[in-house]
């Protein structure tokens, strides 16, 4: 579904929408797919923020977009060091957070949050409802819900 706005600009009008979409992930053998798919998709997008319950699956859809952009170091849940870096495929580094145990907004700005968001490298955040505050407007806000049978919907609005 799109919802949009019309705006004004140069005395022509402009419509804005945005874009839901929607990846199902049928189990662990569909997660390279929906992975590859997911950064098909999300483009340039470079600060992505996963909304998602403890198990849903956030850092196992993160280990499959490591996979499929070429990381070959082992891939693992920054739980205690809050953030983990990676070299891609293409020699750019992208950031992998976990603010789990982040309590206070100060102890993200500490670890230098900003220099990593502002980096221009990919960085896949798990529970950054704990820094919300901090996250930039142009965070890509993604959801992963666990279905009924298992599978699991990975959502977004553009």
Known sequence: MNEGVFLKKNQQMIYLCSMKHEIIINGVADLERAAAEFLEKIGDNTLVAFFAPMGSGKTTFTTAICKVL?????????????????????????????????????????????????????????WPENIEELLPEETLKVSINVNPDQTRTVSWED
Request: glycine share 8%; charged share 25%.
């Open 70 to 126: 070429g990381v070959t170091d082992p891939v693992g849940s920054p739980t205690f060091a809050i953030v983990n870096e990676y070299m891609r495929a293409d020699g750019e580094p992208m950031y992998h957070f976990d603010f789990y145990r982040i309590n206070k907004l100060q102890e993200a700005i500490e670890i230098g949050l900003y220099d990593y968001l502002d980096s221009g490298c990919l960085c896949i955040m798990e």
